[in-house]
């Protein structure tokens, strides 16, 4: 097993505790969030992505949280070796936060009489359905991710740039800038472990009066996302980063 997976496990459990926490406290209902909108939901989401990378380094890992930067990062260096280990981390550790977000807001299932509210607690739903432009929202989401994450962290800025320990907070921001510029369209889940782990919890879950985990879109938040990291580590190489 890489050094690096207990990390990644527990980076992206505490992702997803922020993340999707955020979602649940803005959407159900008797929540003392409820409807406090969208800036919310997307800065919840920035600090998430902040307090995962700074749990996953601590615990030995890159602090990649996410199957499509795991593999931009191959790309860049040709190793493939952790794709793999660290996706299937990736995805548990999802799982388990998407778990402990239903255990923490219990009583609220019940109040919320909405199966699509309670859904979008979990997992990604796009604004208006179609497989092609679902598709290329998220591999643009994605792409712009790993390829501004690559450019923070890259030789050039290292140099010139942010101090030493600034990436995850800067990483933090580009998602909260992706969050309000970009998520609009499929709900910007641009990380397949965050969309499938919580998916999977959804659909196992005794969650009170929910409905399907609609799995006919659930390829889209899967395959999306690993093509725009593919892209972006094919470009990060080709610049040099």
Known sequence: MPHGVLGEFLGTAILIVFGNGVVANVLLRRSKAEN???MVITTGWAFAVMAGVFTAIACGSEGHLNPAVTLGAAVVSGDYSHVAWYTAAQIAGAFLGACIVWLHFLPHWWETPEPDLKRACFCTAPAIRGPLS???SEIIGTFVLVFVADAILSKAVAKNGPADGLGPYLI????????LSLGGTTGYAINPARDFGPRVAHALLPIAKKEGSDWSYAPIPIIGPMIGGA????????LGF
């Open 231 to 238: 892209l972006a580590g094919l470009l990060a190489k080709t």
């Open 134 to 136: 679902n598709l290329i």
């Open 36 to 38: 406090a909108g969208w």
């Open 172 to 179: 933090g921001c580009v998602v909260w800038g992706i969050g």
